[in-house]
């Protein structure tokens, strides 16, 4: 161990976390303050096996501390959603079902992580990296690397919880949300900036910039239950309709009949003037699944759900809410029917699905991508008695064109030869890009040349694509191919690693070739 300031630096902080967590343990509104307490271990120990970590000098001291943190890491995004469910006053799904349902992910990618030493889905490849001012963890990233955005989905959904329930909290509420939220956003982006592999400062590399904005998260909530006695003040009362409310609101009586509604409904619905004293059937006639809910819920209330609206590819998705209006003596008079536009959640995950599976820079399938696709494609051509066949395919030349048309023009030629191998292959390929300069396909062959057709097409396209192009270099690729065989499966890395060397072994005939005329 080799103390240094980074490591000392996360070590302070997480024992400033630590700190606030035992002070919350014993506070006296436990329900609340017993939950955000192991909210907040869960970020020290995050903090501190990190700044451990910071602190060895080999390996294997590196990973242990590297997966002792990552208990930290898989808990703490749902402890938070956890804290934000019963803090806004939903803590009656807080069922153990749903509780355990919620850490299933955690628990999976948990064992995953303390066994990659011999998976390496996680880190592909470790090292001591020393070419900065302390020695750190130096990692290639492995296939699920990119499964780290799903702590993204409950940090997100407990801002969301909280921002939802702040609209129609009293000011004073409301001021505590602010704080929890705003602490919420600065972590969530330094965590999308290392995902990205944005590199705050270059000189250190593979520093973990989010172990030391945690804390602060931590720090800056527990100042609220100091200032703002966040855990003393348990949310009991909302406004039940607010006029500048950004979500879209609609009152009924008990006869299903609309007796009021703010701006932002009136906008919704396109209503000039709220219908007062229409019926609930009536009055959403263009909304059937909405209407059907007012009129009878099949669920008991209160009630939400997901509703959409408009056809696919331009839906919009709300979240609604019924709630009894009951008089003093807890008679229902009314509902109260509130809704919450999601579509951009709705678009920000279909979005961070769509990422684990395509290549930004050229649109086709990634690694991982490929790797789900054509695996159900083997299987199937397994069942069916079919040759399927893996060709790789190396784009020629493109560390030249980088260093001597620069990197933009790299990742041109990437995005043009992309697009010259999926004009070529057919819809029921797989096509993908494998990573860096490298392609393969997975195609089924009807004929045995099949694959050798197919790249001779390629070669067509190539050189028609050269001849009308007036760029000062050719795009021009190697290939390999392997083939599945029909008497013993061939799992798809072997056929992966075979067709590489086949096409190793075309580069190098190639550039042979003109010495042997």
């Known amino acids: ?40 271990i869960s970020i020290a120990v995050y903090v501190m096996g990190y700044s451990l970590e910071l602190a060895s000098t080999s390996l294997p001291l590196m990973l242990f501390w590297n997966k002792a943190a990552f208990f930290g890491i898989a808990t703490y995004p749902t402890l938070f959603l956890l804290f934000a469910v019963q803090y806004t006053g ?3 799904y807080l069922t153990r079902r749903n509780v355990l349902l919620l850490f299933l992910v955690p628990a999976v990618l948990t064992v995953i992580k303390l066994l990659d030493d011999r998976l390496h ?87 973990d910039w989010n172990a030391l904005v945690f804390p602060v998260w931590g720090i800056i909530i527990g100042r609220a239950a100091f200032h703002y006695r966040l855990l003393d003040l348990a949310p009991v009362a909302r406004d039940a309709l607010i006029e500048r409310l950004g979500d879209s609101v609609f009152v009924l009586d008990d006869r299903a009949r609309l007796v009021d509604a703010n701006p932002e409904a009136c906008r919704m619905m396109g209503w000039p003037q709220p219908p007062i004293g229409s019926q609930a059937d009536e009055a959403f006639s263009s909304w059937t699944e909405l209407a059907e809910a007012c009129q009878a819920p099949e669920e008991p209330l209160p009630l939400k759900r997901d509703i959409q609206r408009g056809p696919d590819g331009a839906a919009h998705f709300y979240d609604l809410s019924l709630t009894p209006l009951k008089d003093r003596n807890n008679g229902v008079i009314g509902l109260l029917i509130v809704m919450h536009d999601i579509t951009d959640l709705k678009r920000m995950e279909a979005r961070l699905r769509e990422l684990t599976l395509v290549d930004e820079l050229t649109g086709l399938h990634n690694r991982r991508g490929f790797n789900v696709l054509a695996g159900q494609a083997l299987q199937m051509a397994d069942r069916m008695s079919l040759q399927a066949a893996v060709i790789f395919i190396d784009l020629d030349g493109l560390k030249t064109i980088n260093d001597n048309y620069g990197h933009t023009e790299g990742d041109r030629a990437l995005a043009d030869a992309a697009r010259l191998l999926r004009s070529t292959c057919r819809a029921s390929d797989v096509l993908a890009r494998f990573g860096g300069d490298e392609f393969i396909v997975l195609m089924m062959e009807s004929r045995e040349d099949g694959a050798q057709q197919l790249i001779d097409r390629f070669d067509e396209q190539f050189a028609d694509f050269n001849a009308r192009s007036r760029r000062e270099y050719p795009l021009t690729i190697s290939c390999g191919v392997a083939r599945t065989s029909l008497d013993r499966p061939i799992p798809l890395e072997e056929l992966i690693n075979m067709a590489d060397r086949a096409m190793y072994v075309n580069k190098r005939a190639r550039r042979q070739a003109p010495a042997e005329i």
């Open 121 to 207: 889905l996680v880190y592909q490849d470790v090292w001591v990296d020393t070419s900065g001012p302390v020695p750190m963890l130096g990692f290639t990233r492995g296939q699920i690397y990119p499964l780290a955005l799903y702590h993204l989905l409950p940090v997100s959904l407990g801002i969301i919880l909280l921002w939802k329930w702040r609209a129609n909290a009293l000011t004073l509420y409301r001021n505590q949300a602010n704080l929890i939220i705003a602490s919420a956003l600065p972590p969530v982006i330094v965590f999308l900036l290392y995902m990205a592999g944005i590199q705050l400062f270059p000189g250190l590399k593979y520093l």
């Open 90 to 92: 939903w803590d009656r």
């Open 1 to 40: 161990m080799q103390p240094n300031l980074l490591s000392l630096t996360g070590f302070l902080l997480g024992a400033c976390v630590t700190v606030f967590a035992i002070y919350t343990w014993g506070h006296r509104a436990p329900r609340e303050s017993r939950l955000f307490s192991i909210f907040m």
